[in-house]
């Protein structure tokens, strides 16, 4: 004898919004892609999940795995068809990421972007200290543009003498 049909879920918006919204970003795994402001827009219409998530930067190595992060977290929880889009306008700026995601980021030894960032014919930006992850320390200096990863400067606590990643303000 056939089992009786299993009532799919009712699929809403906010279901799959919060569903993509546990994605992690694969090079900061404390954050999750809604920490970052990278997830913008979650429709739903029926089974059918579309999301749109914009890039920290174009090129960014770590898209491609969000985009299969969503697919898979989205299909397990019972859709049976999601389109990832990616959208580069507007850019993505440090300003989309969450006071929780800077939170996140220092708990994880990383300073989070200070400051706002300059867009348009916005104030000209200056340069704030880095606060250390690790002490709090104001008195840290840069010792490389780059950190691991593009969107890092490597930068040193004179305090604690401890390395640390800082997230540019982009």
């Given at each position: 004898?056939?089992?009786p049909a299993v009532a799919h879920p009712v699929h809403s918006r906010e279901h799959a919004?919060?569903?993509a919204a546990t994605v992690t970003d694969p090079?900061?795994?404390?954050l999750t892609i809604e920490d970052l402001g990278v997830l913008r827009e979650v429709e739903?219409?029926?089974d059918r999940a579309t999301v749109t998530i914009?890039?920290?930067y174009s090129g960014c190595p770590a898209l491609e795995a969000m985009?299969?992060?969503v697919v898979l977290a989205l299909t397990a929880a019972g859709y049976d068809t999601v389109d990832v889009r990616t959208t580069l306008t507007p850019a993505w700026t440090t300003d989309w990421m969450t006071d929780a995601g800077k939170r996140k980021l220092t708990e994880y030894g990383i300073a989070p972007p200070s400051g706002r960032?300059?867009?348009?014919q916005g104030p000209i930006r200056l340069r704030l200290?880095?606060?250390c992850p690790r002490c709090g320390s104001l008195d840290t200096h840069e010792v490389s543009r780059f950190g691991s990863t593009s969107c890092k400067a490597l930068y040193e606590c004179r305090a604690c003498l401890e390395p640390f990643d800082f997230f540019k303000v982009l």
């Amino acid at each position: 004898m056939r089992p009786p049909a299993v009532a799919h879920p009712v699929h809403s918006r906010e279901h799959a919004w919060t569903v993509a919204a546990t994605v992690t970003d694969p090079e900061v795994p404390v954050l999750t892609i809604e920490d970052l402001g990278v997830l913008r827009e979650v429709e739903v219409d029926g089974d059918r999940a579309t999301v749109t998530i914009t890039p920290t930067y174009s090129g960014c190595p770590a898209l491609e795995a969000m985009r299969d992060d969503v697919v898979l977290a989205l299909t397990a929880a019972g859709y049976d068809t999601v389109d990832v889009r990616t959208t580069l306008t507007p850019a993505w700026t440090t300003d989309w990421m969450t006071d929780a995601g800077k939170r996140k980021l220092t708990e994880y030894g990383i300073a989070p972007p200070s400051g706002r960032a300059a867009l348009g014919q916005g104030p000209i930006r200056l340069r704030l200290a880095v606060k250390c992850p690790r002490c709090g320390s104001l008195d840290t200096h840069e010792v490389s543009r780059f950190g691991s990863t593009s969107c890092k400067a490597l930068y040193e606590c004179r305090a604690c003498l401890e390395p640390f990643d800082f997230f540019k303000v982009l």
